[in-house]
C-alpha cells in the first residue's frame, strides 16, 4: 500500500494558527516572502542553505495560493475541519436536517447530544459541511443530504 503523501498544512508554513485573520495571514506572508526570496539570498550562501530557501520559498507560496483568497481558504477550512471531525472518533449518528431544530435567535441549527451538549450547525455551514460535533462531548453526527 502507498504510503499517504503528507497533507499540506498552508498555516504552519505561514507560521500561523488556524484562527488566524486575513489581514494576519498576509503580514506573515509578506515577512517570509521577503525572507525567503530567492533573490534576497547571498550569493556565497552554501548550496544547501539555498536550496531549503526555495524549497521554503515554494511552500509560502503555495500556503498563500490557498489562505491568500477567501474562496480557497473557505474550502481549505472545511477540507480541514471534516479532517479533524474524522479523526475525532466514529459518527454516532446520522440525521437530516429537518431533525434539527432551528434557532432563530443564533441562526443556526441544533441537536441535543446524548450528553447533553449540543450539535450546531449554522444555515450556510449546513449547505457544505457533512460532520458536526458536540459542542461538549466528542460525538459526532453525520448530516444527510435533504431526503
Ligand atoms: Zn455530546
Not at 78 to 105: C, F, H, I, K, S
Request: proline share 5%.
Amino acid at each position: 500500500m502507498a504510503a499517504r503523501a503528507p497533507r499540506p498544512d498552508p498555516y504552519g508554513a505561514l507560521g500561523a494558527g488556524p484562527s488566524a485573520g486575513a489581514a494576519e495571514l498576509r503580514r506573515r506572508y509578506r515577512r517570509l516572502v521577503r525572507t525567503y526570496h530567492p533573490d534576497r539570498q547571498s550569493a556565497d550562501a552554501p548550496a544547501e542553505a539555498v536550496e531549503e530557501c526555495v524549497r521554503k520559498f515554494i511552500e509560502i507560496d503555495q500556503a498563500w495560493k490557498i489562505l491568500g483568497h477567501e474562496e480557497t481558504k473557505k474550502e481549505y477550512d472545511l477540507l480541514r475541519l471534516e479532517d479533524d471531525l474524522r479523526n475525532l472518533g466514529p459518527v454516532d449518528a446520522q440525521v437530516y436536517l429537518e431533525e434539527m431544530t432551528w434557532n432563530e435567535d443564533d441562526h443556526c441549527f441544533s441537536l441535543s447530544c446524548r450528553c447533553g451538549g449540543k450539535y450546531r450547525v449554522s444555515k450556510d455551514e449546513a449547505e457544505e459541511v457533512t460532520l458536526i460535533s458536540c459542542d461538549t462531548c466528542s460525538l459526532i453526527v453525520e448530516l444527510l443530504p435533504r431526503s
